[in-house]
């Protein structure tokens, strides 16, 4: 396939920027042509292959170009072709071989060096395009690393911005059903632009029909030229071998492409291009009114065409109350790329200056295929966040503005290149172009090629897409959305409820004629529910609904900082009445402190344990001896600590709990903070259920830091027993001990994964994920560091940290953190380039791996403000 630009490449970014047009066939309409590479002259020769190799790429005869690359290859297995071949593949939308060759390129040199960072761009893209967004996003992030063009950077991070939005996203909605049209009109090579006259029975597209290799040389051969065809529909409702139309349309020796026939019928728009080797040096409009022999001879539309720029897919249309002819072009002062234009008709073929749509159509990227129906504008476009590579878009127009471009979702758009949409029959009939892999046959690849395709949608339905975020506007993954009929504000009939562990977007169809609740949860959230009704609908819907859940700030884990010789209450350590035995339910904070331990492996403690002050105090101190010997014991056996680290002590009634702040708080105001739970205070208290708490509370085992780190950090909620009627009764609720996937963050790629996959794997918990740097003068550096622990089983290797341009990250890489080992990351912050507060997030890859291939991921962010 042939990618045909209308200026050469030169060395500059910006030029650079003209190559990522694509697919730039269907911008010219230019079928796929693959072209022979002629032999040279002794073509063995290394020189004169790469001459070749290097000429044709220039020219943008990429099947030349690639022939010569893979035979210079061949011969000296030169690596710095491979990046070049697999580059030619990309421009030929050969998916796979570009993927293949890419990430062999990237093996054998590496990551490249910067003067071929636009090779990550490529591979990026490719990526995305089969459906890859996690590894697309990876190189898309490498390659803004070490950008510098401000225009490619928009493109790469749309790229991004696709990748995520769409990653979930399914492959089809079953709202409409796209169906390849016959195999006389498809063939091997691409089809574009398909438009319906307006009687329904004529379909008008453009394509070379071709039964060889197309070399462009002769211009007396028609079969080496774009011509528009008319394909007729039968009694039965197929489509008729087409036919090119006549000399008076395709003109010998010139490319005709992009047909549109205007509502009437009465007039077919199209383009004619000259072609200067395989570049296009000229398109212009051109129109044939209709009479009863067919189509009158061509006339050049008056008031758009140029010799300085090129005018491209003509479409009518309508604003303002007068008929317009909408076009695409790359003439001076657009946004950059292709952009849409529409021109006002004045009669007698002439039209008014040329108007560009706007930025809130056109973008730094290619926008092009217009189609303009009852007051939208369809077109595609590469410079908006994409399922894959260009995308249907649509915009309304409200007599004074159009409406900010919506894409055309799933079904409509594919991981590849969907344009040309034509529809018609009050937008329940249409047309389409995509080189998706399907049943189509192509001259090279699956994808390759476009086809047509044709689609009806259903008179009316209605769907739901519901989003799940939390107020910071993160996506929460392993949320639930429950939909439930509903009558008069009662459940009707069976709702329907989605789980999902790897992603945040929720897909429903929904019944006409119905009411809904829909239930937001998530761990940790308090739950949200909003009301949708389909009652009454005149037309398809597609609702969306956003969700942005609350954090419970009762399930947000507390972390308390314990110095030494401070003592720590296990609260969930209880014995029975005059046992020593450890309870089941007791096992759960052992081993909360055998994990400490480990985790501070010169920690040494004293365990010691307490009783109330009934019973003898001989008895009393033998009991609360034999309970912390207990402990001590289970620590050894079943925890794993050396016995020289533990000292245990039973200290009976002789050490009552004094309150601290915490405490006090937790019982509501029963005791105050500094009282201490003597005898006499607790023969005081004014009822029986106080005294028995206070007897409860005095009942403790305590671990207290003799020797090792001056503080260590430890979460409260897994020390602290709930203070409830149960407990006061001295009926403790059963604790369960933590389990490793409950204390995983929201942020790494390990959260929500089942116990047996995270065991094989390391887990960075991080004392910090988000850190707050509040107010930050613009122009002004501000460095912080983030500490973690590997909490895995096994040791952690840091592959890979990612962050934008303005942030800096010092991390040796080559470091090993094995098991309870702890490291930190240092970030330096530059705010010359911002301009207002923002949330930055730094995307960390470890070397090992989850079972599906993926690396193990984990995020840490900062926020700022910006002041002058």
Same mark, same amino acid.
């Given at each position: 396939?042939?990618?045909?630009?209308?200026?050469?490449?030169?060395?500059?970014?910006?030029?650079?920027?003209?190559?990522?047009?694509?697919?730039?066939?269907?911008?010219?309409?230019?079928?796929?042509?693959?072209?022979?590479?002629?032999?040279?002259?002794?073509?063995?020769?290394?020189?004169?292959?790469?001459?070749?190799?290097?000429?044709?790429?220039?020219?943008?005869?990429?099947?030349?170009?690639?022939?010569?690359?893979?035979?210079?290859?061949?011969?000296?297995?030169?690596?710095?072709?491979?990046?070049?071949?697999?580059?030619?593949?990309?421009?030929?939308?050969?998916?796979?071989?570009?993927?293949?060759?890419?990430?062999?390129?990237?093996?054998?040199?590496?990551?490249?060096?910067?003067?071929?960072?636009?090779?990550?761009? *490529?591979?990026?893209?490719?990526?995305?395009?089969?459906?890859?967004?996690?590894?697309?996003?990876?190189?898309?992030?490498?390659?803004?690393?070490?950008?510098?063009?401000?225009?490619?950077?928009?493109?790469?991070?749309?790229?991004?911005?696709?990748?995520? #939005?769409?990653?979930?996203?399914?492959?089809?909605?079953?709202?409409?059903?796209?169906?390849?049209?016959?195999?006389?009109?498809?063939?091997?090579?691409?089809?574009?632009?398909?438009?319906?006259?307006?009687?329904?029975?004529?379909?008008?597209?453009?394509?070379?029909?071709?039964?060889?290799?197309?070399?462009?040389?002769?211009?007396?051969?028609?079969?080496?030229?774009?011509?528009?065809?008319?394909?007729? $529909?039968?009694?039965?409702?197929?489509?008729?071998?087409?036919?090119?139309?006549?000399?008076?349309?395709?003109?010998?020796?010139?490319?005709?492409?992009?047909?549109?026939?205007?509502?009437?019928?009465?007039?077919? *728009?199209?383009?004619?291009?000259?072609?200067?080797?395989?570049?296009?040096?000229?398109?212009?409009? *051109?129109?044939?009114?209709?009479?009863?022999?067919?189509?009158?001879?061509?006339?050049?539309?008056?008031?758009?065409?140029?010799?300085?720029?090129?005018?491209?897919?003509?479409?009518?249309?309508?604003?303002?109350?007068?008929?317009? #002819?909408?076009?695409?072009?790359?003439?001076?002062?657009? @946004?950059?790329?292709?952009?849409?234009?529409?021109?006002?008709?004045?009669?007698?073929?002439?039209?008014?200056?040329?108007?560009?749509?706007?930025?809130?159509?056109?973008?730094?990227?290619?926008?092009?295929?217009? @189609?303009?129906?009852?007051?939208?504008?369809?077109?595609?476009?590469?410079?908006?966040?994409?399922?894959?590579?260009?995308?249907?878009?649509?915009?309304?127009?409200?007599?004074?503005?159009?409406?900010?471009?919506?894409?055309?979702?799933?079904?409509?758009?594919?991981?590849?290149?969907?344009?040309?949409?034509?529809?018609?029959?009050?937008?329940?009939?249409?047309?389409?172009?995509?080189?998706?892999?399907?049943?189509?046959?192509?001259?090279?690849?699956?994808?390759?090629?476009?086809?047509?395709?044709?689609?009806?949608?259903?008179?009316?339905?209605?769907?739901?897409?519901?989003?799940?975020?939390?107020?910071?506007?993160?996506?929460?993954?392993?949320?639930?959305?429950?939909?439930?009929?509903?009558?008069?504000?009662?459940?009707?009939?069976?709702?329907?409820?989605?789980?999902?562990?790897?992603?945040?977007?929720?897909?429903?169809?929904?019944? #006409?004629?119905?009411?809904?609740?829909?239930?937001?949860?998530?761990?940790?959230?308090?739950?949200?529910?909003?009301?949708?009704?389909?009652?009454?609908?005149?037309?398809?819907?597609?609702?969306?609904?956003?969700?942005?859940?609350?954090?419970?700030?009762?399930?947000?884990?507390?972390?308390?900082?314990?110095?030494?010789?401070?003592?720590?209450?296990?609260?969930?350590?209880?014995?029975?009445?005059?046992?020593?035995?450890?309870?089941?339910?007791?096992?759960?904070?052992?081993?909360?402190?055998?994990?400490?331990?480990?985790? *501070?492996?010169?920690?040494?403690?004293?365990?010691?344990?307490?009783?109330?002050?009934?019973?003898?105090?001989?008895?009393?101190?033998?009991?609360?001896?034999?309970?912390?010997?207990?402990?001590?014991?289970?620590?050894?056996? $079943?925890?794993?600590?050396?016995?020289?680290?533990?000292?245990?002590?039973?200290?009976?009634?002789?050490?009552? #709990?004094?309150?601290?702040?915490?405490?006090?708080?937790?019982?509501?105001?029963? @005791?105050?903070?500094?009282?201490?739970?003597?005898?006499?205070?607790?023969?005081?208290?004014?009822?029986?259920?106080?005294?028995?708490?206070?007897?409860?509370?005095?009942?403790?085992?305590?671990?207290?830091?003799?020797?090792?780190?001056?503080?260590?950090?430890?979460?409260?909620?897994?020390?602290?027993?709930?203070?409830?009627?149960?407990?006061?009764?001295?009926?403790?609720?059963?604790?369960?001990?933590?389990?490793?996937?409950?204390?995983?963050?929201?942020?790494?790629?390990?959260?929500?994964?089942?116990?047996?996959?995270?065991?094989?794997?390391?887990?960075?918990?991080?004392?910090?994920?988000?850190?707050?740097?509040?107010?930050?003068?613009?122009?002004?550096?501000?460095?912080?560091?983030?500490? @973690?622990?590997?909490?895995?089983?096994?040791?952690?290797?840091?592959?890979?940290?990612?962050?934008?341009?303005?942030?800096?990250?010092?991390?040796?890489?080559?470091?090993?953190?094995?098991?309870?080992?702890?490291?930190?990351?240092?970030?330096?912050?530059?705010?010359?380039?911002?301009?207002?507060?923002?949330?930055?997030?730094?995307?960390?890859?470890?070397?090992?791996?989850?079972?599906?291939?993926?690396?193990?991921?984990?995020?840490?962010?900062?926020?700022?403000?910006?002041?002058?």
């Amino acid at each position: 396939m042939v990618h045909l630009l209308p200026t050469s490449m030169t060395s500059t970014l910006t030029d650079t920027l003209r190559n990522l047009r694509w697919p730039l066939v269907a911008v010219l309409a230019v079928a796929a042509l693959p072209l022979v590479a002629q032999p040279l002259a002794g073509s063995s020769n290394l020189e004169q292959l790469l001459a070749a190799a290097d000429s044709a790429r220039v020219s943008y005869n990429w099947s030349v170009a690639l022939d010569n690359y893979q035979q210079a290859y061949d011969i000296e297995e030169d690596e710095d072709l491979l990046p070049l071949i697999a580059q030619m593949n990309y421009e030929l939308r050969d998916v796979a071989a570009g993927i293949r060759g890419y990430t062999r390129a990237f093996r054998k040199t590496e990551a490249l060096d910067s003067t071929n960072n636009i090779h990550r761009f *490529y591979f990026g893209r490719l990526l995305k395009m089969d459906r890859q967004y996690d590894e697309a996003v990876t190189y898309l992030q490498n390659f803004l690393q070490f950008n510098r063009d401000s225009v490619l950077g928009i493109l790469a991070r749309a790229e991004i911005e696709g990748a995520r #939005l769409y990653r979930d996203a399914p492959t089809e909605t079953g709202e409409v059903e796209l169906e390849l049209i016959d195999r006389s009109v498809n063939t091997v090579w691409s089809e574009y632009s398909p438009v319906l006259s307006p009687d329904g029975n004529s379909l008008y597209f453009a394509t070379v029909k071709a039964t060889s290799p197309v070399e462009l040389v002769d211009a007396n051969d028609s079969e080496k030229f774009i011509r528009i065809f008319r394909s007729e $529909k039968s009694e039965e409702g197929d489509w008729e071998r087409p036919e090119p139309l006549e000399a008076e349309v395709n003109r010998p020796g010139v490319h005709t492409a992009n047909p549109n026939v205007s509502a009437d019928g009465r007039r077919l *728009y199209y383009n004619r291009l000259l072609m200067n080797s395989n570049k296009v040096a000229q398109a212009k409009i *051109y129109y044939s009114d209709v009479d009863d022999d067919g189509w009158k001879s061509g006339n050049p539309v008056s008031g758009i065409n140029s010799d300085d720029y090129l005018a491209l897919q003509p479409a009518t249309g309508e604003l303002f109350g007068n008929e317009v #002819l909408f076009f695409v072009s790359d003439m001076p002062g657009g @946004f950059g790329g292709y952009d849409i234009y529409y021109a006002t008709y004045e009669g007698d073929g002439r039209y008014g200056s040329p108007v560009n749509l706007g930025e809130t159509i056109n973008t730094v990227g290619d926008e092009t295929t217009p @189609f303009y129906f009852d007051g939208t504008l369809y077109f595609s476009t590469n410079g908006l966040p994409t399922m894959g590579g260009t995308d249907l878009f649509y915009s309304t127009w409200n007599g004074s503005n159009w409406s900010a471009p919506t894409n055309m979702g799933p079904g409509f758009n594919s991981s590849v290149d969907d344009q040309s949409l034509s529809i018609y029959n009050e937008g329940l009939v249409g047309f389409m172009t995509s080189n998706r892999p399907g049943e189509g046959r192509s001259v090279k690849s699956q994808t390759c090629c476009d086809d047509i395709y044709a689609f009806e949608v259903p008179r009316l339905y209605a769907n739901l897409v519901v989003g799940l975020f939390n107020t910071d506007r993160q996506p929460l993954n392993n949320g639930t959305i429950e939909l439930q009929p509903i009558r008069n504000g009662r459940p009707v009939g069976s709702g329907s409820q989605k789980t999902r562990d790897d992603g945040n977007r929720f897909d429903f169809g929904l019944d #006409l004629e119905t009411e809904y609740s829909i239930v937001a949860s998530h761990p940790g959230y308090f739950p949200d529910t909003v009301e949708l009704s389909t009652l009454g609908l005149q037309e398809s819907k597609s609702f969306e609904q956003v969700f942005f859940l609350r954090v419970d700030p009762s399930t947000i884990p507390v972390y308390d900082t314990i110095q030494i010789e401070e003592s720590i209450a296990l609260e969930n350590i209880l014995y029975d009445l005059d046992k020593s035995d450890i309870r089941p339910d007791a096992e759960g904070d052992l081993q909360v402190l055998a994990d400490l331990m480990k985790e *501070y492996p010169d920690l040494v403690i004293e365990l010691s344990s307490h009783t109330d002050f009934r019973g003898q105090d001989r008895y009393n101190e033998s009991l609360s001896k034999r309970r912390a010997d207990s402990a001590r014991r289970w620590l050894i056996t $079943k925890g794993g600590i050396e016995a020289a680290r533990i000292k245990f002590a039973g200290y009976g009634e002789t050490q009552p #709990l004094v309150v601290s702040e915490r405490l006090s708080q937790r019982t509501g105001g029963v @005791f105050t903070a500094g009282d201490t739970l003597s005898e006499p205070y607790i023969n005081a208290l004014p009822t029986n259920e106080q005294k028995e708490l206070a007897h409860q509370l005095n009942r403790r085992t305590e671990f207290k830091v003799l020797e090792g780190p001056t503080e260590i950090i430890i979460r409260r909620d897994i020390i602290e027993r709930v203070i409830d009627g149960a407990n006061r009764n001295g009926n403790p609720k059963p604790a369960a001990g933590p389990s490793l996937p409950d204390s995983i963050s929201p942020m790494s790629s390990l959260h929500g994964k089942p116990a047996a996959e995270v065991a094989g794997l390391p887990v960075l918990v991080f004392e910090q994920r988000n850190i707050d740097l509040g107010a930050v003068r613009k122009g002004e550096q501000k460095s912080f560091t983030y500490s @973690f622990i590997n909490r895995g089983s096994v040791p952690a290797k840091v592959m890979l940290i990612q962050a934008c341009d303005c942030t800096t990250v010092t991390h040796d890489d080559s470091k090993v953190y094995q098991p309870g080992e702890r490291g930190t990351i240092a970030v330096t912050f530059d705010s010359t380039e911002k301009e207002e507060a923002e949330t930055l997030g730094i995307d960390i890859f470890l070397e090992q791996s989850h079972p599906n291939g993926r690396p193990v991921t984990e995020m840490i962010e900062y926020r700022f403000d910006i002041t002058e």
